[in-house]
């Protein structure tokens, strides 16, 4: 694993051992010392050309925590506002070093350019590209579904276990959602099925191509598919004209038709989790009911994220891709001992 672009980068195999590892790192965040060595002495850059408060904390946590020296650039008050190119932006973070680039940029294929163009020599990390992809999320999603509904949810070990049989409903603005065509590629991947459920003036043209199932209506996919769990999508009205661009009439038919509420959470599954990954619209795509709910992983989502990039930054720049699956004196690809208590008391 040269680069992580897309949730289409990942084979089985590789998905699995991304969310094994990120088992392990998440085990090492519960104690006391928190701080691993493992990337002390690398660069990794945060290139964000777009706003972001989650994505952004994520990566920087996550680098931190690997000892990793971070970098973190903004387009905003920045060389880019004054109209400086993404080529002379990474040329000049590859002058000062950068073993790593994670990229958020507002403009679709931005980070598969990055990574093509031999503008940097160091790993590329896509961290959301305009409608395009957020791999780290499906990820991180895909790493809580597996937590909590695999292996009699989530008491019995499930290290090398995959999604298959889970049925997960995508609701909301698919259109615009980076995170819903990562989440729809990476589930099916592992095994899930997944349904997409829209007003159609939210369901991206070409979508019958997609290894996932399309319903206008969620109280009957509720009702009909009795999904293990449901993700709910922010409203993106930032991508939309003012008063919704005629995508939807008003936001309380949007909310009658599509929200999750105390009653359809009701009608979900016992067994059922809620995800949404965040900022959420509270009244809108979800119900407070809902979102403060017991069944709602939304805040884990938060904690998982910052394993799954760890995971992500220690297998791109440690030298242990997947190949490495399974040597001797391996476990889940990680070099025996680079996650023993003894490394993480090196620092504090």
């Known amino acids: 694993m040269r680069h992580l672009l897309s949730a289409a980068d990942l084979d089985l195999a590789e998905a699995v051992h991304v969310l094994d590892t990120a088992g392990q790192m998440a085990a090492t965040q519960a104690r006391e010392i928190k701080k691993l060595p493992t990337l002390r002495g690398r660069t990794v850059v945060n290139l964000f050309f777009e706003d972001s408060t989650r994505t952004r904390i994520s990566f ?37 070093g950068a073993d790593a680039v994670v990229i958020r940029h507002q403009s679709s294929g931005a980070p598969h350019t990055l ?19 957020h791999p780290t999320q499906a990820l991180l999603d895909a790493y809580t579904l597996r937590r909590h509904l695999v292996g009699a949810s989530g008491r019995d070990d499930v290290t090398g276990r995959d999604l298959a049989g889970l049925k997960v409903a995508i609701v909301g603005d698919v259109l615009h959602s980076r995170v819903a065509r990562s989440n729809v590629q990476l589930l099916h991947t592992l095994g899930a099925q997944v349904t997409l459920v829209a007003p159609p003036t939210l369901v991206p043209v070409g979508v019958e191509a997609w290894p996932a199932r399309v319903s206008y209506h969620l109280d009957e ?45 009701a009608a979900m599954p016992e067994h059922a989790i809620v995800l949404h990954p965040g900022p959420m619209n509270r009244g809108l795509e979800i119900s407070a009911e809902a979102a403060d709910s017991p069944r709602a992983v939304i805040v884990e989502q938060v904690a998982n994220g910052v394993a799954v990039r760890m995971a992500v930054l220690y297998l791109l720049l440690s030298g242990s891709g997947p190949e490495h699956r399974g040597g001797p004196g391996t476990s889940a690809g990680v070099p025996e001992g680079s996650l023993s208590t003894d490394e993480t008391k090196v620092e504090a």
């Not at 990574?115 to 992809?133: E, I, L």
């Open 60 to 96: 920087e946590t996550a680098a931190k925590r690997l000892s990793a020296d971070v970098i973190n650039f903004s387009a905003k008050g920045s060389s880019v506002s004054k109209g400086e190119s993404l080529k002379d932006t990474a040329l000049t973070l590859q002058a000062m």
């Open 221 to 265: 996919v509720v009702e009909e598919v009795q999904p293990d769990a449901i993700m709910m999508l922010r409203v993106q009205r930032e991508r939309m004209s003012s008063a919704g661009g005629g995508f939807f009439p008003s936001p309380l038919e949007y909310t009658r038709g599509y929200g999750l509420d105390a009653r359809r959470l």
């Open 115 to 133: 990574a093509r163009s031999g503008w940097t020599h160091g790993a590329v990390v896509n961290a959301g590209d305009g409608t395009h992809q």
